[in-house]
């Protein structure tokens, strides 16, 4: 099985812009989260999709939003950049069955950088 | 709240050496706990995890990690460390079997010939 896959991988942008990611999880796989990775705040968790429904949230603003599509890939949007925004952001997939604890598989990340 | 705390964000072996990497726990209930593992410019990609199944819990690439409830520790250890173990380790939580994971810090893995 192809693995998860996000695009872009790589992104440059400026303040105030808006950027768009996408991921792709693994097939047959329904749950799709996302997580911010920063030097200073680490890895942190911004919300979780499954059958096209936010099922969890971290604690992020409001900028930060997502969706996902009935084939389960998924779309984050941030808008109006802050340089703090800066970051490798991850998706993870997995099956989707909670209180089960299933393995979360990532993807490469797209890296963010806002000037 | 859930956290996890790493001891350690950079630690310095040998080859062949073993590796020890520490992690400890706050959960007020019995957690899901992993480590995983980040090569420069990769995702994570999983070593173990410890579902309460057993408390000793093995892993990819000989690595392995016992889950003590009484020091609230599940610490990340490999017999023998090779070049290619040199990595960022992260130890993660996961309340309530939830998909939202709380990780720590993470722990740079240097190893040296």
């Known amino acids: 099985k192809a693995g998860v896959t996000q695009t872009p991988r790589y992104l440059i942008k400026t303040r105030g812009q808006q950027v768009t990611l996408s991921c792709s999880p693994i097939?047959?796989?329904?749950?799709v989260s996302w997580y911010q990775q920063t030097p200073g705040q680490g890895l942190q968790f911004l919300f979780e999709?499954?059958?096209?429904?936010?099922?969890n949230k971290g604690n992020f603003p409001g900028r930060f939003s997502g969706r996902q599509f009935s084939n389960s890939r998924s779309e984050m949007n941030v808008s109006t950049l802050e340089l703090g925004d800066s970051a490798l952001y991850l998706c993870?997939?997995?099956?989707?069955?909670?209180?089960?604890?299933?393995?979360?598989?990532f993807g490469p990340g797209t890296r963010l950088l806002v000037l | 709240a859930q956290s996890v705390t790493q001891l350690g964000s950079h630690v310095s072996v040998s080859e062949g050496a073993l590796v020890l990497l520490r992690c400890n726990y706050s959960?007020?209930?019995?957690?899901?706990l992993f480590w995983y593992v980040q090569y420069p410019n990769q995702g994570l990609q999983l070593l173990l995890k410890?579902?309460?199944?057993?408390?000793l819990v093995k892993g990819i690439n000989g690595f392995e990690a016992e889950f003590k409830k009484s020091e609230t520790s599940f610490h990340l250890t490999k017999p023998s460390a090779h070049m290619s173990d040199a990595a960022e380790y992260f130890c993660?939580?996961?309340?309530?079997?939830?998909?939202?994971?709380?990780f720590g810090k993470g722990t740079t893995l240097s190893v040296s010939s």
């Open positions: 993870a997939s997995s099956l989707g069955a909670q209180g089960n604890q299933e393995t979360q598989y």
């Open positions: 097939s047959g796989h329904r749950s």
């Open positions: 999709y499954f059958s096209e429904t936010q099922r």
């Open positions: 959960s007020s209930v019995p957690p899901y």
């Open positions: 410890y579902t309460s199944a057993a408390t």
């Open positions: 993660a939580v996961s309340p309530s079997g939830g998909t939202a994971l709380i």
